[in-house]
């Protein structure tokens, strides 16, 4: 059985949620109108929100890690992916079991492959 995941891997997965939601609401044309119509939402100051929201949990991140963040969001709307049997769900290339070494989430791990930040799922 896995851990808890380590602190900053939870901020990391609170960022990836935020950029997912603004995405949907900047890039979607019908949930944009749903959210505007249904529940009468400024859909300009919820991005506006989500944005504050989205510097004020970068800002939580460690320096090192935070500049990592940085670069892999560029080209990849998910920083952070589980490792379900030993697989990167990222790029879906076998991680080394030297690699994963504990299985506990309590380190920071990366994948070697691709980059992102991965967790342990069994």
């Known amino acids: 059985m896995t851990s808890r995941l380590h602190p900053q891997l939870e901020i990391l997965l609170q960022l990836?949620?935020?950029?997912?939601?603004r995405r949907e609401l900047v890039e979607t044309e019908p949930a944009r109108r749903f959210e505007e119509e249904e529940f009468h939402i400024d859909?300009?100051?919820?991005?506006?929100?989500?944005d504050e929201k989205i510097a004020e949990l970068r800002?939580?991140?460690?320096?090192?890690?935070?500049?990592?963040?940085?670069?892999?969001?560029?080209?990849?709307?998910?920083?952070?992916?589980?490792v379900v049997h030993g697989t990167c769900y990222g790029c879906f290339t076998m991680i080394a079991?030297?690699?994963?070494g504990t299985r506990s989430n309590d380190i920071i791990r990366n994948c070697e492959n691709c980059g992102r930040f991965v967790y342990l799922t069994d």
């Not at 890690?65 to 969001?73: E, G, H, M």
């Open 59 to 82: 800002e939580e991140l460690e320096p090192a890690v935070r500049t990592r963040y940085d670069r892999i969001a560029i080209g990849h709307p998910r920083v952070v992916v589980p």
């Open 43 to 50: 859909v300009e100051e919820a991005v506006r929100l989500l």
């Open 97 to 100: 079991t030297a690699a994963a």
């Open 16 to 21: 990836q949620d935020l950029r997912a939601q």
